[in-house]
């Protein structure tokens, strides 16, 4: 996305690839480093979600490097593909039926669904072109209480929701429950690289 633009201006208008409207684009994550933040959140339109998307999904990223330009009419134009906006929602990871881009989720705080702070994302796992797990560094005070490494695995699947404001990731479930999970051991196992 050129610099021309600013979320501020592109807020609340359609997004069209070619003459399909693809959804509106309602914001991005509040973030202090604007270098992290590399995709704008879109309210996808219903049609377009049953069609490119596996499992439809009411809101998903967009990169900002795929803004071309704002039509006469007031939208906004995408200089790719519907085809290439099908590969990169493949690329997301699902949380509480809303897509989400890696860059939406690296250096995020992660809790637990006790509220207790975790740690913070640092990377993904991926096994078979699927994101698998959030890497998280945790807290020392977390290492400590439950002899964790330096960096942990935590399932994609235990991940409940996002906060907007606080730029979170709460689980589904309590710390002491994760470390117990057959997905988080697995993920955690020296043989889990694939």
Known sequence: MSDEYRIQ???????????TRVGVITGERFHPRDELVRSMRIKVADDVAEEYMR?????????????HSILPGGGVKLSKSMRELQR?????VRINEKLY?????????????????????TGMVKIKRTYKG???????IVRSRHGLPDSIV?????LARTTA???????????????TLPSFLKLNSEDSEE
């Open 165 to 179: 404001r606080l730029d979170e990731i709460i689980l589904r479930c309590s710390m002491k429950r994760l470390v």
């Open 134 to 140: 959030l890497v998280v560094q945790p807290h020392y």
């Open 55 to 67: 499992k439809p999904a009411e809101f998903a990223p967009l990169s900002k490097e795929l803004v």
């Open 154 to 158: 935590v399932p994609v699947a235990q």
């Open 88 to 92: 990169r929602w493949r690329n997301t």
């Open 101 to 121: 881009a890696p860059d939406e989720l690296l250096d995020r705080a992660v809790l637990d669904n006790d509220g207790v702070d975790l740690g913070n994302v």
């Open 9 to 19: 201006e592109l807020l609340e208008r359609d997004v069209y690839v070619g003459e």
